[in-house]
């Protein structure tokens, strides 16, 4: 997963040209999604269960030798209980800010489809973000 929202690109752009500064305010909140979002629509996020946004804490960014990219990821395991019937298409990355700001956001590699009452678990360094 990894497309950066328009107004992220606008922050790292102005952040580039040293007319801004962006920085995240931490920590980070990962958004599961059942209908994809796009760089100026957020999606649909996840209703019902115990579902609650987790906490995601990022790894240091490592060169993925395939595309020869580098990207960050989840340095621990994620898991949620008792998630609502449904799948599970995308996600997003938000900080933690009064406003929440989307850094990120893209498809799952493969759908999770859960029936109600199931958990949803996400391995370390299996919710990955590129800049690109």
Same mark, same amino acid.
């Given at each position: 997963m990894?497309a950066?929202? !328009?107004? /992220? =690109?606008q922050? &790292?752009a102005n952040?580039?040209?040293g &007319?801004a500064t ?11 999604? $059942?209908?994809?979002? %796009?760089? $100026?629509?957020f #999606?649909?996020?996840v209703v019902? #269960? ?10 240091v960014?490592?060169l993925d030798a &395939?595309d020869?990219?580098y990207? &960050?990821? !989840?340095?621990a395991l994620?898991?949620? =209980? !008792?998630?609502p019937? #449904?799948?599970?298409?995308?996600? /997003?990355?938000?900080? %933690?800010?009064? $406003?929440?700001?989307r ?6 590699a $493969?759908t999770?489809?859960?029936? /109600?009452?199931?958990p949803?678990e996400f391995?370390?360094?299996t919710i990955t973000?590129?800049?690109?």
């Amino acid at each position: 997963m990894s497309a950066l929202p !328009n107004l /992220a =690109e606008q922050r &790292v752009a102005n952040w580039l040209a040293g &007319v801004a500064t962006t920085a995240p305010v931490l920590p980070y909140k990962l958004v599961l999604l $059942t209908v994809l979002g %796009s760089d $100026t629509a957020f #999606g649909t996020e996840v209703v019902g #269960g115990s579902y609650a946004r987790p906490t995601l804490t990022l790894a240091v960014a490592a060169l993925d030798a &395939v595309d020869d990219d580098y990207y &960050v990821g !989840n340095s621990a395991l994620v898991r949620i =209980e !008792n998630m609502p019937a #449904g799948d599970i298409v995308g996600a /997003a990355l938000l900080d %933690s800010a009064a $406003t929440p700001f989307r850094w990120f956001h893209g498809p799952l590699a $493969t759908t999770r489809t859960l029936l /109600a009452g199931d958990p949803v678990e996400f391995a370390a360094n299996t919710i990955t973000f590129k800049l690109r």
